[in-house]
């Protein structure tokens, strides 16, 4: 692909202000997440504090994701937008003044982490909605690649940046930077046209189908999404939580100490930025990709697991990284084309949540496995669970697209006299291996048309046509 089909959503003015003010804002939260470790560790000296500070910004996920995703399917995305920026540009400025006054110490700073990860929360499905409405659905999955791809360079750049501020001053004037950073997303939010690209459609209709368990019950309706989901869940906590597993084989099998897992750290960051590339150059990213990222992350991580030093280690967690950022944004992307819009908020809710709890579940996991069975055998076994739930996920997925085809042979024969003339003319005419699609195209006309039996499986919507 051209390199200008990589950064093909950058065409849209819409989403270059977006982007825009989205890496200004992912610097910013990158050097408070490094600001409040590094004041939380300071003031107590004690790992598990700091580990607890980053727990309480990512539990409110669980919980309240899912009435944002409600709510991003009820209300306008640009009001509720603005009041989350705002909310956290003053959060971070209290957490900037605790910083500088000491006034309230530690409580006040866990209180504050708990209300940015609430705010966080509600905010993200909102968010992903509205971004969707910026580009076309033909870059949709482009745009997904570059958020990912500004993700990962505003983290390395945040964190560096950061690195040096909080050396030189402390980390109030980290926290006062991210306060600032929130009025590029509010000046963007204002920027933006809207309707300027017949995006992916946004539709008011989901005011009518009320609240979380109408989400639920429309996901129960989706075993193709689910499928997803699920195998995404899995390749998350058991190949995802790479802080735990590249810090323990630093200190353990690599022997390379905090040193070592600094620059594994950077190379794990790094092959993130070539994943988002990779996935940006895709003209699609179908369950097929999702499936292949998915057998090669897990592969290379039972190779990893067999990596005699750190050079070797490193060079296996790179396309590691990388295929973790494919199979995200091929999530993300399937969640935003292949929903009804009416429930896409809650559909990216359930993403968010599912991402959650694949971190609290794996990386405690993996930490205890790591401890008791060490760290090579960890990531083994890890790697070969992962590997056979992606086999098992595409098996389920291959055998839900045959049910679709199944379905789709199955052609109901006409009542109206002059479709069922038509409906038996096709069957005597339609070439050998097809079937013959009939369906109404307006009031007292027939549509008709072959599809060849090999591609239902990838077509998928033929009863549609």
């Known amino acids: 692909m051209a390199t200008g089909a990589t950064f093909a959503a950058l065409r849209h003015r819409n989403y270059r202000i977006w982007a825009l003010a989205g890496f200004v804002s992912v610097i910013g939260t990158w050097m408070q997440v490094l600001g409040v470790n590094w004041y939380v560790l300071k003031e107590t000296g004690s790992a598990t504090s700091m580990g607890f500070a980053v727990l309480l910004q990512a539990a409110p996920t669980l919980l309240l994701s899912v009435w944002g995703g409600v709510l991003a399917d009820r209300l306008p ?174 200190d353990g099998p690599l022997n390379a100490g905090a040193s070592g897992y600094g620059v594994l750290s950077t190379v794990f960051a790094v092959g993130t930025v070539v994943g988002a590339l990779v996935a940006a150059r895709r003209r699609s990213l179908g369950y097929g990709t999702l499936v292949v990222a998915g057998l090669l992350a897990s592969g290379l991580q039972i190779v990893a697991g067999l990596a005699p030093g750190t050079v070797s280690f490193a060079a296996v967690i790179l396309p590691i990284a990388a295929a973790a950022v494919v199979i995200d944004t091929t999530v993300g992307t399937r969640a935003q084309l292949d929903t009804d819009a009416a429930m896409r908020g809650r559909v990216l809710a359930a993403l968010a949540v599912t991402g959650s709890v694949s971190a609290a579940v794996g990386a405690p996991l993996l930490g205890w496995l790591a ?95």
Do not use: K
């Open 77 to 250: 995305a640009r009001p509720l937008l603005i009041t989350s920026q705002v909310a956290h540009a003053a959060l971070a400025a209290g957490l900037g003044a605790v910083a500088l006054t000491g006034f309230g110490g530690l409580p006040l700073i866990f209180a504050i982490s708990l209300a940015t990860g609430a705010v966080s929360a509600i905010e993200g499905p909102v968010m992903g909605r509205w971004a969707s409405t910026l580009v076309d659905r033909e870059t949709l999955g482009n745009a997904l690649a570059l958020g990912s791809l500004s993700n990962s360079a505003g983290r390395i750049l945040g964190m560096s940046l950061g690195a040096v501020v909080v050396a030189a001053v402390g980390p109030a004037l980290l926290f006062g930077i991210n306060a600032a950073s929130f009025a590029a997303v509010v000046v963007a939010l204002f920027a933006v046209r809207p309707g300027a690209v017949a995006g992916v459609a946004v539709t008011a209709a989901g005011a009518t189908r009320s609240g979380v368990r109408a989400g639920f019950a429309y996901l129960r309706g989706q075993p193709v999404l689910l499928l997803a989901l699920a195998l995404s869940f899995v390749l998350g906590s058991l190949g995802r939580n790479y802080q735990v597993t590249m810090a323990a084989m630093s």
């Open 371 to 465: 401890e008791y069975a060490g760290p090579r055998q960890t990531l083994v076994l890890a790697g070969t669970a992962a590997t056979i739930a992606t086999v098992a996920a595409a098996v389920a997925l291959d055998r839900q697209h045959a049910r679709t085809a199944t379905l789709a042979l199955v052609t109901p024969r006409p009542r109206h006299p002059v479709r069922r003339v038509a409906f038996r003319a096709a069957r005597i005419v339609r070439p050998a291996g097809a079937v013959c699609v009939i369906a109404p195209a307006g009031p007292g006309e027939i549509r008709l048309g072959a599809v060849r039996l090999p591609e239902l499986a990838t077509a998928g919507s033929v009863a549609r046509r």
